[in-house]
Structures are given as C-alpha cells and as structure tokens.
C-alpha cells in the first residue's frame, strides 16, 4: 500500500474519533426557563409539524415562543423522565437533555442523520432516523410494541425501532437491504467477536500475487463461525467495494478505513445503550415479499414504511456492483423487485399492481386502529408526473384505512429524484 495513501487515511480515521463524541450538536446552558427546545437543525416545516404531533400523542399541552425555537409548557407533563426518553425533535425539557440528544452525539460521519450504525452502506433514499422516531411516538408506539416495515431498505425503521425498545419486523425483497440493516442492529450482540477476528480478516485484505481477487479474504469471511460476525465483515467488504466502484478509491485501503470506523460505531452504538441504560428491541429482519408478508393477520402495532420510488431509481441497477460481489443474478432479481419490471406504461401498471397488493398486506397484519405510516412522492417518467400519492391514498381508503394525517415533506438537494414527499398516516379502521 502507498504510504501517503495510508498516512491520509489515518487522519481521516483521527478526524472521525475526534468527531464522534461531540460533533453533531452543540450543548445549551441548562436552564429552567427553556421547557422545550428544538434541535438545531430542526428548519422545515414538516419537521415542526412533526414536532407539535410528537408532543400531542406524548399528552403534552404547549405553545410555541421565540421564533418557533422554543415551547412553553401549559401544564406540568405527568412524566418528565418518559418524555426524555422518547422525544425525537427536542434536545431538552426543563433542564434535562433528552437521550435523543446523547445518541446523535455518537456520530462518526459529517452528515447529521448518520450517527451510530446508520451511515453503514451507501443507500439512495434513506430515511431522516430522527423523522422515523419521531413518527413512532406519533402512532403511539411503546417499548414491547412491534413495528413493521415491509420495504426496510437500508433499516432506519429497524434502528430506531430498537433504540426505543420496540420490536421491529423488518421485510425487504433485496439481499443487500437485509444483509445492511441486520449489520446495523445486530452487530452489538457480537462486538467482542467482532473485535477478535479483526486482526485475521485485515491481514487477508492485501491484493497480491498469491492473493488475487480477494479470494482469501473471502476465504476468512466465510470460515468465521457466528452468523452475525460474518455479516458484519462482508458488509465490510461491501462498503469498500461500493467505494471502489463508485469513487474509485483502492480496495485495501478502503476495507481497512471502514472497517475501523463501522468497529467504531458498533462501540457507540454500545456506549449509548449502556449510558442511557436501553432495553433494546428485537430485530426480526429477513428477505421477504411486501405482496405476500409472512404475519398473521392483525399482528401489528404500526407500520412505517417507504415504497420503492423504483418507477424513476432503478435499484437493482444502482447496487448491482455489490449484488453481483454477493453472487445474485441481476436480472433474476429484476423480476422480483417491484417497479423495475417493464416498460412505459406498462411499468407503471405493474407497479400499481404491486402496491396494491402491497397495501393490502398492510391491512391484513395491521391491528384495528392502528397506524400506518407511508412516505411516498409523486415520482417523473419519461417526463410524465405519475400520481403515486393520490393513488395511495385512494385505494388505502377503498380497503379499510383512513387517512388522519398528509403533511408534506419538502425535498431540497441536486440529487433528489423527488422534489416533495408526502407523509400519510393512516389508521385501520373497525373493533380492537
């Protein structure tokens, strides 16, 4: 390996220690006088409507002061110590800071909705995890709930789900989304393990003649004995080939760095649940059909979840470099996955399909009145605006749901395929 190449790559990994305990938010002075303070980077609107929502379902009476930065409570909460523990837009009440405030804290990365296990994995179309906990105090989840998530993705829902001890389902249909987000929930069971096999699996990583394509790593990976040890190494491997294939960064130096950080932030992740003293939740995550769930009906306590925008992000396509390392043919997926399939219209047709079907799993496995969260855009096609929110909504309300809330949720970014994203939350009507 090029010396200066690692001599870099050392600072970065220097700049992400320095960084992880205090980065992401300033402290404020306590004080008695600020009942409630937002976030700093609390700015979009939905984020404050959210905010007023999480406050409501929590039985809090407040108004909003000093330039919307700032709550008044009308009456003492019943429960301070409750309200510490699960709020998600607010670092402090009274003159406690909130856990929430403790967990962003523990970010490796320079993106403020990355800390902890969230950054693991490149993925286009991920969740704000500060959003998703807020929502789970919004549908009135508690610790022992169980949520589901039939379209996981790169596991927000599983991750935030398990911070606030509530147990989480979590469904994909790609290898790639349940191999990532049971690393990011998982791997805190197996961190000793984790860290005994570092030093063997590193020294296998070198390219060279007697090494070509990896193949002792791949080796060293596959001899490990604990599932969950073995995942976290191939999500390694998988970090650093995306590197490679996206930012042509060198493989070697690429696995080492980012094997060093995700140990890291298995460590805070670790940290925190000790700190603040978490009962975790479970995490039941496996490669499923969001058109055939494998639950009971009337199993769950909530849903929150994200279709794919698969009509315009062709998913399949975007990882294929890490889908093809784990050994999946491309084009057997592509017929799986939904919103890939076809062309021009009839695309969209068996998308709608898809999620028809999709939603009406939702139903069946979602308890009476009971919420399901939906995050959903209208999507470009072939320059055409296809309508998937009113489409949603529309047929969410022919089988049975009822639409409590549609907040809008600005998008700003160059690389957005969306420009806005709706929030629906949806409550299943008829008798507990």
């Given at each position: 390996m090029n010396q200066e190449t690692n001599y870099k790559g050392e600072?970065?990994?220097?700049?992400?220690?320095?960084?992880?305990?205090?980065?992401?938010?300033?402290?404020?002075?306590?004080?008695?006088?600020?009942?409630?303070?937002?976030?700093?980077?609390?700015?979009?609107?939905?984020?404050?409507?959210?905010?007023?929502?999480?406050?409501?379902?929590?039985?809090?009476?407040?108004?909003?002061?000093?330039?919307?930065?700032?709550?008044?409570?009308?009456?003492?909460?019943?429960?301070?110590?409750?309200?510490?523990?699960?709020?998600?837009?607010?670092?402090?009440?009274?003159?406690?800071?909130?856990?929430?405030?403790?967990?962003?804290?523990?970010?490796?990365?320079?993106?403020?909705?990355?800390?902890?296990?969230?950054?693991?994995?490149?993925?286009?179309?991920?969740?704000?995890?500060?959003?998703?906990?807020?929502?789970?105090?919004?549908?009135?989840?508690?610790?022992?709930?169980?949520?589901?998530?039939?379209?996981?993705?790169?596991?927000?829902?599983?991750?935030?789900?398990?911070?606030?001890?509530?147990?989480?389902?979590?469904?994909?249909?790609?290898?790639?989304?349940?191999?990532?987000?049971?690393?990011?929930?998982?791997?805190?069971?197996?961190?000793?393990?984790?860290?005994?096999?570092?030093?063997?699996?590193?020294?296998?990583?070198?390219?060279?003649?007697?090494?070509?394509?990896?193949?002792?790593?791949?080796?060293?990976?596959?001899?490990?004995?604990?599932?969950?040890?073995?995942?976290?190494?191939?999500?390694?491997?998988?970090?650093?080939?995306?590197?490679?294939?996206?930012?042509?960064?060198?493989?070697?130096?690429?696995?080492?760095?980012?094997?060093?950080?995700?140990?890291?932030?298995v460590k805070d992740y670790v940290d925190v649940v000790n700190k603040l003293q978490l009962k975790v939740g479970n995490v039941d995550i496996k490669v499923g059909d969001s058109r055939t769930l494998p639950l009971k009906d009337n199993s769950v306590d909530g849903i929150i979840t994200s279709p794919p925008y698969s009509i315009a992000l062709d998913y399949v396509s975007n990882d294929a470099h890490a889908l093809k390392t784990l050994g999946y043919d491309l084009q057997e997926l592509r017929e799986e996955f939904i919103g890939v399939r076809g062309k021009g219209q009839r695309r969209i047709d068996l998308y709608n399909e898809d999620m028809r079907k999709s939603l009406q799993e939702m139903h069946r496995v979602l308890k009476p009145q009971k919420c399901a969260v939906i995050v959903i855009g209208n999507a470009t096609y072939q320059g055409k605006e296809i309508k998937t929110v009113e489409f949603i909504i529309d047929y969410a309300e022919k089988i049975g749901f009822r639409l409590v809330k549609n907040i809008d949720k600005i998008i700003f970014g160059l690389y957005n395929v969306m420009q806005k994203e709706n929030i629906l939350i949806f409550e299943k009507e008829g008798e507990k």
């Open positions: 600072i970065m990994l220097e700049k992400a220690k320095s960084i992880g305990d205090f980065w992401a938010f300033k402290e404020e002075p306590l004080s008695k006088d600020k009942q409630l303070l937002l976030f700093d980077n609390v700015q979009f609107i939905y984020e404050l409507a959210l905010a007023q929502l999480e406050l409501k379902s929590l039985g809090v009476k407040f108004e909003l002061t000093n330039g919307l930065r700032e709550f008044r409570l009308l009456e003492e909460p019943q429960d301070v110590e409750l309200l510490k523990k699960k709020l998600a837009y607010f670092k402090l009440i009274k003159d406690k800071y909130t856990d929430y405030f403790y967990i962003v804290r523990k970010n490796r990365t320079r993106s403020v909705n990355q800390y902890l296990t969230h950054w693991i994995y490149p993925y286009k179309g991920k969740f704000h995890p500060q959003m998703i906990r807020a929502l789970l105090n919004i549908i009135g989840l508690n610790k022992g709930d169980t949520v589901l998530d039939p379209f996981l993705g790169s596991g927000t829902t599983a991750v935030e789900a398990q911070l606030l001890g509530i147990n989480c389902v979590g469904i994909d249909i790609s290898p790639l989304c349940v191999l990532q987000s049971k690393v990011k929930t998982e791997s805190i069971e197996v961190l000793p393990e984790i860290l005994k096999w570092k030093d063997k699996i590193s020294e296998k990583v070198e390219v060279n003649l007697f090494n070509p394509d990896n193949r002792a790593l791949d080796k060293a990976i596959e001899d490990l004995p604990n599932e969950k040890v073995r995942n976290f190494y191939l999500m390694a491997k998988l970090v650093a080939v995306s590197d490679n294939a996206r930012r042509k960064k060198d493989f070697t130096n690429a696995f080492r760095k980012n094997l060093d950080l995700m140990i890291l932030s």
